[in-house]
């Protein structure tokens, strides 16, 4: 009996042993880090001309617009907040329906996350209005305190995709875009921006892959 009891612990006390061993390990692994994204780090064909050479200090700067309750979002709003940030209209019939059940995803995962804010700018503001939007966020179950859905001046839209993101490209010239009411964004990418308004990260938001890295991505950011 006293045997059989000796065996009993030697094998709790190796169990023990194991686990304090992997443990250690996981410890001693580098934890991920997440890059500090400048232009000149970016696809080229995804940053306006004028941005291509910048390799350091480049952070989202002011904006002004109004989300789906009408009311003003600017730098003042989300400065101090992780930033989930895309571009999108409610009449989309193709990757603008998958991005956003994948963002619904991020939503459920940080819903009491106050630190984090998704950014859903539509790129056709001219028939985005508040009311559509707000229509489109109460279809969705889009949360108002995570998930604020942008309209307002389309050149100012176009801007922060172009020259802020860098999440879209200037239109082929084969197009034959004539002015900016025939130009127009249609993308997957999905910017990360951290709480000083820097870019650290940009996923496909077609792909569960690449957002559940995003999902991971965020807590790296708000701890």
Same mark, same amino acid.
């Given at each position: 009996?006293?045997?059989?009891?000796?065996i $009993?612990?030697?094998?709790?006390m190796?169990?023990? !042993?194991?686990?304090?061993?992997?443990?250690?390990?996981?410890?001693?692994?580098?934890?991920?880090?997440?890059?500090?994204?400048?232009? +000149?780090?970016?696809?080229?064909?995804?940053?306006?001309? +004028?941005?291509?050479?910048?390799? /350091?200090?480049?952070?989202?700067?002011?904006?002004s617009?109004?989300?789906?309750?009408?009311?003003?979002?600017?730098?003042?709003?989300?400065?101090g907040?992780?930033?989930?940030?895309?571009?999108?209209?409610?009449?989309?019939p193709s990757i603008?329906?998958?991005?956003?059940?994948?963002?619904?995803?991020?939503?459920?995962?940080? $819903?009491?996350?106050?630190?984090?804010?998704?950014?859903?700018? #539509?790129?056709?503001?001219?028939?985005?209005d508040v009311?559509?939007?707000?229509?489109?966020?109460?279809?969705?179950?889009?949360?108002?305190?995570?998930?604020? $859905? !942008? #309209?307002?001046?389309?050149?100012?839209?176009?801007?922060?995709?172009?020259?802020v993101?860098?999440?879209a490209?200037?239109?082929p010239?084969?197009?034959?875009?004539?002015?900016?009411?025939?130009?127009?964004?249609h993308?997957?990418?999905?910017?990360?921006i951290d709480?000083?308004?820097?870019i /650290?990260?940009?996923?496909? *938001?077609?792909?569960?892959?690449?957002?559940?890295q !995003?999902?991971?991505?965020? *807590?790296? !950011?708000?701890?």
């Amino acid at each position: 009996m006293a045997n059989r009891w000796k065996i $009993l612990f030697w094998m709790v006390m190796i169990s023990i !042993l194991i686990g304090l061993f992997v443990f250690s390990l996981k410890q001693l692994q580098p934890k991920r880090t997440l890059p500090i994204i400048n232009p +000149s780090q970016v696809n080229p064909m995804l940053v306006d001309p +004028s941005f291509q050479r910048v390799g /350091r200090g480049h952070r989202v700067g002011d904006f002004s617009l109004v989300d789906q309750r009408n009311n003003p979002v600017d730098s003042a709003v989300v400065d101090g907040h992780v930033r989930v940030v895309e571009f999108f209209f409610t009449t989309c019939p193709s990757i603008c329906k998958i991005m956003t059940n994948e963002l619904l995803r991020v939503q459920e995962h940080y $819903l009491h996350e106050n630190q984090l804010l998704i950014l859903s700018h #539509t790129v056709m503001p001219e028939v985005d209005d508040v009311a559509t939007l707000a229509a489109y966020a109460e279809e969705k179950g889009i949360n108002y305190d995570r998930w604020r $859905l !942008l #309209t307002g001046d389309k050149k100012e839209i176009y801007r922060l995709a172009r020259e802020v993101y860098f999440i879209a490209p200037e239109p082929p010239e084969e197009i034959g875009v004539i002015d900016e009411d025939h130009d127009f964004i249609h993308t997957e990418n999905i910017g990360l921006i951290d709480q000083q308004g820097k870019i /650290r990260g940009y996923y496909d *938001g077609t792909d569960e892959e690449e957002m559940n890295q !995003l999902i991971e991505d965020i *807590g790296i !950011l708000l701890q």
